[in-house]
């Protein structure tokens, strides 16, 4: 396997990060983020590169043969480290919960594939639940508001974790969300076969944000974020929008999610 | 009930241009979901409820045969008679055939979604029936000849106004000349024209929420009495009824009912719980002389024994809807049938078909708010997800999403390749939207830009530049 590694110490977990491929098409710096925030908690960080997609998108679409070629994929290209981790509570959400389902009557790989789904975890709540994290060397001077995704906190319950370290952010001030547990409508491919109904539940998160009075919106999966970010310039909200992960590490000063030169 | 599913999506547009629906429906978090979270709250033991509830109705189902005979047996001891239905027209003749058999002219109903799926008005009235519905909702839209939109609240969707006028054209000629608008008169109204129902019926037609095996009785629960008077004043009483509404005990029936309330209106109890057991007997001061149960299958015994057997636990308590926020967007009309909602896009299915109902489980986001509050747990989005594998596997979905799909998959499982090719894309679609930030059309991307922008790309791959930061380090 081709893979590079920042050597900590040989004791130090070894993470294998998931990037996850919004991450790796859309916004290299959640990556960059995610591997920062890792190393300063004493993590040892490989990117393996043999990894593209979890195979969600296969698996909620119903071809299940695609989606199991793709965990054994994953299964392959992660087996190896301590930890999976990522920065989407989505695609670690579908190795935890759904890899074991869609193996459950291969008796040969489940115990492989559970093995895995037990060591794999999304970012936020890996440095708070498995590494004690508790708190952030960031600034961050703003107002804002957290978007939680339906993956973080129905499948993998992860609620307090980003609020946790959000808090250790200096000049950070939380607005909460109202309705924080209702969907943002991103759905995956519901959001293009359904764009008038996850247009209204987009339009419903962006009007809930501007009235937390927040002037930025945190979320911790890409796809949410791309859905409300593109919803919030659609509508000419002024409201920037960044994956939690960027402002934990310190590293928000890029352009926000949709942010243009002018 | 004909049913329109296949037009979801133009349905679904329509409902969201809807005024009066859409002010009705953002009710539903205030009412209904903050409701059952006062009693979620205020029950220490509802996650063990849910369990338990969860473990009595595998234990029936996996006994369902069992339970079904146990049930007839007690039925008939206690007079009554139970007639087995395969399918909904079965279930129309027997009802018919009792109705014509008991020489009944008037027919009153209770509410139930069981006489919704069977179609059993159309069929009565067909037949020379005069049908009456008595719950308030139910009674509405007969009124106003339109399909319930919502399990447990069937008239969701309506709005005082269009009562008002419903009731001031229906019930002129029957002397009430004055256009009320309050609440409680149109209730009253209601409530006068009812009672003269309640007396001329010969039948009166009722659901079950259960049927008890071990006492051969059947349980309803109503908020306005309508149901005890639908069941005791005719002299004939048909009550219809899916199989998968026996359970083994009253105690088991009890501990369904704590749930049921609570979770379907955050109501504790249910105003009326009804529990009746065959026709009148010599001492009883009143009650029907007839008592008949129908039975009916209607695709369950195949449920039963596939991977979707959980949906069968279902006890119609509409929460999964209440939380559902696209059924919270586009009501329940939409989804074209009788039952809407997560827990409809899942029967639907499969009792018209998956050809005509293909939209509905790919209709969800799959965000899990509706399983989380299941008073019985159901998994209702693997079940969804399940219908989906269906689809794909007899190629019932889209074919452009499905080579799109296919493409990514195939091109996902090449990560060489995959990093090849995305690279380049990528950075030549940040340097298309560098300076706007984003895009406002995109070939091939029409879905997602016909109601929001697509955010540009940051430039090259977080791989490439990865890769390129471990070569320069080195
Ligand atoms: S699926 Fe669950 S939540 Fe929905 S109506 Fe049935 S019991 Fe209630």
Same mark, same amino acid.
């Given at each position: 396997m081709v893979s590079t590694e920042n050597i900590h110490s040989a004791d130090s977990p070894h993470v294998g990060l998931f990037v ?11 990556g960059f983020a995610a591997v920062k925030l890792l190393e300063q908690a004493g993590c040892r960080v490989t990117v393996p590169r043999a990894q ?25 290209a992660f087996e190896e480290f301590d930890y999976v981790v990522g ?13 074991? =389902? ?17 060591k794999?975890h999304?970012l936020?709540?890996f440095l708070?639940?498995v590494l004690?994290v =508790? ?60 764009? =008038? ?48 992960? =960027?402002?934990?590490a ?13 | 009930? &004909? ?18 629906? /859409? ?14 979270? @006062? ?37 008939? +001891? ?14 129309? +003749? ?6 014509? $058999? ?10 139930? #979604? ?7 008005? $159309? ?13 308030? %909702? ?5 009124? *106003? ?15 005082? $106004? ?33 009672? +003269? ?6 039948? %009166?037609?009722? %659901? ?28 004939? /009483? ?104 997560? #827990? ?6 499969? #009792? ?15 965000? *899990? ?18 219908? @989906?594998?269906?689809?794909?596997? /007899? ?41 706007? *930030? ?19 790309? &940051?430039?090259?791959?977080f791989q490439?530049r990865w890769q390129q930061q471990q070569r320069d380090r080195k």
């Amino acid at each position: 396997m081709v893979s590079t590694e920042n050597i900590h110490s040989a004791d130090s977990p070894h993470v294998g990060l998931f990037v996850t491929c919004l991450v790796d098409l859309y916004r290299p710096s959640v990556g960059f983020a995610a591997v920062k925030l890792l190393e300063q908690a004493g993590c040892r960080v490989t990117v393996p590169r043999a990894q593209t997609c979890c195979g969600q998108p296969a698996f909620n679409s119903g071809d299940d043969r695609h989606a199991r070629q793709l965990a054994l994929q994953v299964l392959d290209a992660f087996e190896e480290f301590d930890y999976v981790v990522g920065p989407s509570a989505s695609c670690l959400g579908t190795i935890r919960c759904h890899y074991p =389902e869609m193996f459950a009557d291969d008796a040969a790989l489940l115990p492989r594939i559970e093995a895995l789904s037990a060591k794999s975890h999304e970012l936020v709540s890996f440095l708070v639940d498995v590494l004690g994290v =508790e708190t952030v060397e960031a600034g961050f001077d703003h107002c804002v508001t957290y978007h939680d995704s339906c993956s973080a906190l129905r499948e993998l319950g992860i609620k307090s974790q980003p609020r946790k370290l959000l808090a250790s952010v200096s000049g950070l001030e939380l607005n909460e969300l109202q309705g924080t547990d209702i969907c943002c409508g991103f759905g995956g491919t519901f959001c293009v076969k359904y764009p =008038e109904i996850s247009g209204r539940m987009a339009a419903d998160k962006v009007n809930a944000a501007e009235a937390s009075g927040a002037d930025t919106l945190l979320a911790g999966d890409l796809g949410c974020l791309l859905n409300l970010a593109g919803k919030m310039r659609r509508e000419g909200k002024p409201t920037r929008v960044y994956h939690i992960a =960027e402002v934990l590490a310190n590293m928000a000063d890029c352009k926000s999610i949709g942010e243009g030169d002018d | 009930m &004909q049913p329109n599913s296949r037009h979801f999506q133009a349905n679904a547009e329509s409902a969201l241009r809807e005024p009066n629906l /859409q002010s009705a429906l953002k009710q539903l978090e205030s009412g209904f979901v903050a409701g059952r979270q @006062r009693c979620y709250d205020a029950l220490p033991e509802f996650e063990a409820l849910r369990d338990r509830a969860k473990e009595v109705l595998d234990h029936t189902l996996d006994n369902l045969d069992a339970y079904l005979l146990e049930y007839e047996a007690r039925v008939l +001891e206690s007079g009554g008679l139970v007639h087995w239905a395969g399918t909904p027209e079965e279930a129309r +003749e027997i009802v018919i055939r009792i109705c014509r $058999d008991a020489e009944a002219k008037n027919v009153i109903r209770g509410k139930s #979604m069981i006489g919704e799926e069977i179609g059993i008005n $159309d069929a009565l009235e067909a037949s020379g029936f005069e049908v009456t519905e008595t719950d308030l %909702g139910e009674y509405i839209l007969q009124l *106003g000849k339109e399909p319930p939109s919502h399990i447990v609240a069937p008239a969701i969707h309506k709005t005082k $106004d269009e009562i008002s006028d419903l009731f001031l054209e229906h019930h002129r000629d029957l002397g009430f000349t004055k256009r009320q608008t309050e609440r409680s008169a149109l209730v009253n109204e209601a409530r006068q024209v009812l009672r +003269e129902k309640f007396l001329a019926a010969d039948v %009166g037609m009722t %659901g079950a929420n259960f049927l008890i095996a071990e006492t051969g009785s059947n349980v309803i629960v109503t908020n306005e009495g309508n149901g005890d008077l639908s069941s005791t004043l005719p002299r004939v /009483q048909i009550v219809t009824a899916a199989i998968d509404k026996v359970v083994p005990t009253l105690e088991d029936a009890s501990l369904l009912l704590r749930l049921l309330g609570r979770s379907a209106t955050g109501q504790e109890i249910t105003a009326y719980t009804t529990f009746t057991t065959g026709p009148r007997r010599e001492r009883d001061a009143d009650g029907p002389g007839e008592y008949h149960v129908v039975l009916i299958d209607n695709h369950r015994s195949e449920m039963l024994g596939s991977e979707l057997r959980p949906m069968l636990r279902c006890i119609r308590c509409g929460a999964c809807m209440n939380h559902c926020p696209v059924y919270g967007r586009v009501g329940g009309h939409a989804y074209g049938w009788v039952y809407p909602g997560p #827990m409809g896009s899942v029967l639907t299915p499969l #009792m018209v078909g998956l050809d005509e109902a293909g939209h509905l489980p790919n209709a969800c986001t799959l965000n *899990g708010r509706c399983e989380t509050v299941c008073p019985v747990k159901i998994p209702l989005p693997n079940l969804l997800r399940s219908l @989906r594998s269906r689809q794909h596997l /007899q190629r019932q979905n889209s074919s452009l999403a499905r080579i799109a799909l296919s493409l990514w998959s195939w091109v996902a499982l090449r990560p060489r390749l995959y990093q090849l090719l995305t690279r380049p894309a990528m950075t030549l679609l940040a340097r298309l939207g560098a300076s706007s *930030g984003g895009f406002r059309n995109m070939p091939f991307a029409s879905g997602w830009t016909r109601v929001r922008d697509l955010p540009a790309p &940051q430039g090259s791959t977080f791989q490439a530049r990865w890769q390129q930061q471990q070569r320069d380090r080195k």
